[in-house]
């Protein structure tokens, strides 16, 4: 019976320890509750002296921050829009100096337009070491560079958690397999057998990731648009080129514009103010030659005879 028991506290302490370890990144507590499971699995508590171990053992990295002297695990990706005389003779130049580099062409697509020519696009990878070399090289068969975007990402520190992550998970499932094998009680052995499942498959999973980041940090993709000189040129017709003569109208229609507030402004700040000026002169002048006028006929008419009947 205490034996029952004992299997029953382990199990619940293990499923515990799975709901904290099944988020995609691993925390601190994660690694804590694991200790905690294998020290008393053990025997031991934190308290206590652990047995010695292997210092040899890789156990695959921490969880902790990435150190200076771990190797960086950058992933590289670069896409280039080149105007092209053939686009045709530059893919399958791109395509030779690509698997020249022991690279590989990952998807193409192209598009015709009248006349034979084509717009094609293509993806390729190259190892991470090549990057520069082939950027550099596929520029130069370009006769105009429309656009080039260089980016890269850092995983190292999301490797070296999926490492911990792993060891982990792979530690549990170990202990899940010892309990397994000691449990006599049925239902404990269905509770730890449907856990050592789930462990199971994350531990799957996140090899699955380690791997993806893996290959992507090794081969660095470029996404290249080739198109051809001949459609990059403007529209001309007989010596007629519409994109110069809608410049020349643009460029008419902002000089009129121009000379309209220019008037405006010349209205406002010059004429306005000197037509105020020049009417506030002659107004104070018509109106002190009416008194001085006025005054000489009232005085005019005050001096003349009055008739008699």
Sequence with gaps: MRSKVVLTLM???????ACAGRSYSSQPGDAISMEKMVESEAGYTSGESAPAMDTNE???GSAGPVGEDLPRMILYNGNLALVVKDTNQ??????ALIEGMEGYVVNVSSYAYGGGLMNISLTVRVPAAAFNAAMASIR????EISSENVGSQDVTQEYVDLESRLHALEVKATRLEELMEAAEDTEAVLAVYQELSQTQQDIEQT?????????SAAMATIDIQLTPDELSKPVEIAGWRPAGTIKRAIEALIKTFQ????LLMWLVLYVVPILLFTGVVLFIVLKFLGLIFGGKRRKKEGTQPVKKD
């Design 11 to 17: 199990v619940v302490a293990l499923l515990g320890v």
């Design 58 to 60: 890789d156990y695959g």
């Design 90 to 95: 530059t893919q399958e130049d791109i395509v």
């Design 140 to 143: 130069n068969m370009a006769l």
């Design 207 to 215: 090899k699955g990731r380690m791997q993806y980041l893996e290959r």
């Design 259 to 262: 000379f309209l507030i220019d």
